[in-house]
């Protein structure tokens, strides 16, 4: 036998060694106690009551002056928009301040608002280079707060871009 086998034969024992003598005995009946405990009306009833409401556009239909800021790199400029939206998942939009108007798919999933634009779009922060947009928000308080994320049409790195948005209901 050579060295290199005689070693892993070894090593091989030493591990089934290890893992007969740490090995604990198999309690069926605590196993069965911890299942039935863990899935008893109470234990249920505390996670349904920390899940957030779902939300309900009818609650934030209107118009939304919005403020993003990139969350890292050299550009910190705010882009502002006006976001409308409606009491449905139609008829969403964000209004920039040169008049560019981006229609918005929305979908709704739990306490979140997520909007993606429904085609690509000039890039309103970077000249010449297209770009789609998906955001998520969340109503706290009289405000929708989240993050958009900006792919941007362009080859190598710098094509991401992720903004915090936060966005005041306008009257």
């Known amino acids: 036998m050579?060295?290199?086998?005689?070693a892993s034969h070894a090593a091989?024992?030493?591990?089934?060694?290890?893992?007969?003598?740490?090995?604990?005995?198999?309690?069926k009946a605590d196993s069965a106690a911890a299942v039935s405990a863990a899935s008893t009306p109470?234990?249920?009833?505390?996670?349904?009551?920390t899940m957030p409401a779902p939300i309900a556009l009818a609650d934030v239909a209107g118009t939304w002056k919005v403020r993003a800021v990139p969350t890292s790199g050299s550009d910190t400029a705010a882009t502002e928009t006006t976001l409308t939206?409606?009491?449905?998942?139609?008829?969403?939009s964000t209004k920039f301040a040169?008049?560019?108007?981006?229609?918005q798919?929305?979908?709704?999933a739990g306490d979140s608002i997520v909007t993606e634009s429904a085609a690509p779009y000039k890039s309103v922060r970077r000249k010449g280079v297209t770009v789609t947009t998906r955001g998520v928000y969340r109503k706290?308080?009289?405000k929708l707060v989240g993050t958009?994320?900006?792919?941007?049409?362009?080859?190598?790195?710098?094509?991401?871009?992720?903004?915090?948005?936060?966005?005041?209901?306008?009257?």
Do not use: F, I
Not at 98 to 103: Q, R, W
Not at 149 to 170: I, N
């Open 2 to 6: 050579n060295v290199h086998r005689v």
């Open 12 to 27: 091989a024992w030493c591990g089934v060694v290890a893992l007969v003598g740490c090995a604990k005995a198999d309690n």
């Open 42 to 49: 109470a234990t249920t009833t505390t996670a349904a009551a």
């Open 85 to 92: 939206a409606t009491s449905t998942t139609e008829g969403w």
């Open 98 to 103: 040169n008049g560019l108007v981006v229609p």
């Open 105 to 108: 798919k929305v979908t709704v």
């Open 140 to 142: 706290e308080g009289d």
């Open 148 to 171: 958009v994320t900006a792919h941007y049409t362009v080859k190598g790195p710098d094509s991401v871009m992720v903004l915090r948005s936060e966005a005041t209901k306008q009257p």
